[in-house]
């Protein structure tokens, strides 16, 4: 993934999760048709304010773009952060990846918060080709547009409106070309403001969970393993009157306790602690990436949850039995006890200087070796990206 004049990060950002054909292995990787070695983790150091979130946002962006930005409403700004750093030119974006079956992809994306300036697709066979341009002619003030092996009318295309994906459109148009997309599962805990509660997340978390025996069975196993005095859990639909008087309908999540003597109790999921709300929430976007494939996007992965619960969750990512399909995390962490679990390729460091991000991964940091013990050299100072606390406040 790469990125351009997105919030603090200035200049043109890489994001990589190719590993060194080289670099030892650590675990926590797949080996692509090509014989690429891929990360199944990728996490993201820095002190408060470096920009770790914003490294993030591109990949929960462009996902969200091409799948739903047609329900933005017609005059609406694209959900775009205030480029004050350089507000005279257009945020970039650039993404490759692979779809369920196998097939590889690349969009780009220029724009500004009014309108997409440039919008395109290739699909890789010996190279890359693509199936459709979209470019904004300000003379005109109509998109130019190219179409190849994508089905949708050409009278469509030059119409989409200015705020839209062209692949958002052709969804709407039960188009066969965006299958790709369609099929692709992205799921993510940050938006383009940040992260919200986890709260904000319940309702998608309930309907999972209701839907979806087996996500819900793996969710209480993890939950069990973690020995929260937790037996199960269930979703119910219950009915409840509203302000005005009108019945509705919600879903509501009860956990079922068991004590040793066998005694039960069940509490509702608004009384448990906030580590197993946030468990709760968490697990329903990890497990379905994991059961099917794609990419979860996770910011502050240890919210609420004790550090040490982390590498049974990154465990998940690593194991073949929990993710048959090469499902990848991407995520932000304080908790320096990560750095022992991953290798200097699968960590990316994050600095701010002068208003402006910069993000490095640890095997383009000179001198670290890859047996050197990441965590302390990080702790140490030695590799960048920690707070710098000043002793005269």
Known sequence: MKFKNFQSFLEETEVLFELPKGAPARGYERRAEDDTRLTTVLAAFGANASGKTALLKPAAFLFWFMKGSFSLDVDADIPLPARLLNPEDPSEFEVIFDDLDGETWKYELKLTEKRVLWEALYKKFTRFSYIFKRRWNAESESYDVQLQQFDLAPQVARRVRHNVSLIATARQHESKSTEFIDTYIAHYNVDIDGRPHYLSNLDYANEA???FEKVREQAAKILRSWDLGLDSFEVRKENFVDSTGKTKTQLRTYFQHKRKDGQDFTLPYEVESNGTQSAYVLLALLIPVLQVGGLAVIDEMESDLHPHLLESLLRLFDSEETNPFGAQ??????????????SKAQTYFVEKTDCVSTAFRGDQVQGLR?????RAKYEAGAIGALPEVRSDV
């Open 329 to 342: 995390l991407f995520f932000t962490s304080h908790t320096t006890k990560v750095l022992d679990y991953v």
């Open 370 to 374: 890859s047996d050197d013990n990441l």
């Open 209 to 211: 969970f209701q839907a």
